[in-house]
């Protein structure tokens, strides 16, 4: 058996066609898939507006622009996320900081978010935006940190890069409570368009300022025109914008990926199962559920039992790897990056962050891995947890 990768796409003969025919159409980019995708993502996830754009870090970008976060702004996010996360506030100019995990989901801790409100509020340095993470897939605990946002007057901006087709408290993932959410397609994700990117939102007119912020700032729809219309041929360029559009190949293999994302998700689902069953025994912590969300299981992670176990994390990884397994670590607490720590952040500022990243480790997942890849995965790991 050859290497086992910690994640890997699932493309089909259809996903192919549907590639090629975007090929010798009218349109590469600018073209009639892409509106075609979004409304497909709207209606699937329940919401109004989706928004394509190059890959989920633009859309992070654009949507604090839209959020109105510049310099000055602060932005608080979980530090258990890929560091896109975080960056995107430092594009706007503005301070990031984060809010420590939960120990069992490892998402952003509501409990300590309204404890740091509460602090924040007292000296005067209210957040603009929380951006919660839905780490691993399972969704994270946004509804009552909707309450705190009303209360508090900050916006969410849901970091759903692992939750494509996730759901929580009976609705899909993107369709409620935050302001905006972002979904990400690159080729380890869920569904994939090789790199890409997904906005979603309620509000008319943050869809209005998304859409000029992912091109230029440009507008053509003659009742948005601020001068008079001169020609056919006229646009207005209203505010700065950039190029983050997304193409129509990219968008023709989504909407054909999109229609497979719930048998893709039922396929992680039966193997995250199956994990669970052949790892009871293990001195190893599962990946985390939760009754109130159905997780899109983009990484199986468990977390070494290290009262149950000897063999230090390192030692497991690399025995996983020399025996040609694709473990994964997701993820190191972003203020633990150099270019974080230059900014002022030290260790054990978010400990339980900081705990769980210590004994973490991701298990190869993906819709068409098998029993026999599966079997060697969890054989090779109760070898190396007795070491
Ligand atoms: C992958 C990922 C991103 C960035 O997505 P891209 O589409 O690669 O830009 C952002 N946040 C999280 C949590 C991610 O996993």
């Not at 293990?282 to 468990?302: C, D, K, N, Q, T």
Request: with cysteine; hydrophobic share 45%; charged share 20%.
């Amino acid at each position: 058996m050859s290497f086992i990768p910690y994640s890997r796409q699932h493309v089909e003969q259809s996903d192919i066609d549907a590639v090629v025919a975007v090929l010798g159409s009218d349109f590469l980019t600018q073209g009639p898939a892409i509106p075609f995708f979004e409304r497909a993502f709207a209606d699937r996830h329940q919401v109004p507006h989706a928004l394509a754009v190059s890959n989920a870090t633009a859309a992070l970008h654009i949507a604090l622009l839209a959020l109105g976060v510049g310099p000055g702004a602060r932005v608080w996010t979980s530090p258990n996320s890929f560091v896109a996360s975080a960056n995107a506030a430092l594009y706007c100019g503005a301070t990031v900081d984060f809010v420590d995990i939960d120990p069992i989901s490892r998402n952003l801790s509501v409990a300590k978010l309204a404890e740091k409100l509460e602090a924040a509020e007292r000296e005067g340095t209210l957040p603009q935006v929380i951006v919660p993470v839905d780490f691993a897939g399972l969704p994270a605990d946004i509804e009552p940190m909707r309450k705190l946002a009303d209360r508090y007057g900050f916006s969410i901006l849901e970091d759903a890069s692992h939750a494509t087709g996730a759901s929580y408290r009976g609705k899909p993932v993107g369709s409620a409570w935050a302001d905006i959410t972002v979904f990400s397609f690159h080729a380890v994700k869920i569904v994939t368009t090789g790199e890409g990117g997904m906005l979603t939102t309620h509000s008319d007119e943050l869809a209005h300022r998304l859409t000029l912020l992912r091109s230029h700032g440009i507008t053509r729809q003659a009742e948005l025109l601020e001068r008079q219309d001169q020609g056919a041929w006229y646009y207005e360029q209203q505010m700065l914008g950039w190029n983050y559009r997304m193409t129509d190949i990219q968008a023709a293999l989504g909407t054909s990926q999109l229609a497979r994302m719930d048998a893709m998700r039922d396929a992680r689902q039966a193997i995250a199962d199956r994990y669970d069953r052949l790892l009871s025994a293990l001195p190893v912590f599962s990946a985390p559920r939760s009754p109130e969300s159905i997780s899109a299981w983009h990484l199986y992670v468990v977390e070494l039992d290290t009262e149950r176990c000897a063999a230090s994390r390192r030692a497991v990884f690399d025995a996983m790897r020399r025996a040609e397994i694709g473990v994964n670590v997701h993820y190191i607490p972003i203020y633990m990056q150099p270019y974080y720590r230059h900014l002022g952040f030290s260790d054990g500022y978010c400990p339980v962050a900081e705990r769980y990243y210590n004994r973490a480790l991701t298990l190869p997942l993906f819709p068409a891995m098998s029993s026999a890849q599966q079997d060697k995965v969890v054989s090779v790991l109760e070898e190396a947890l007795q070491a």
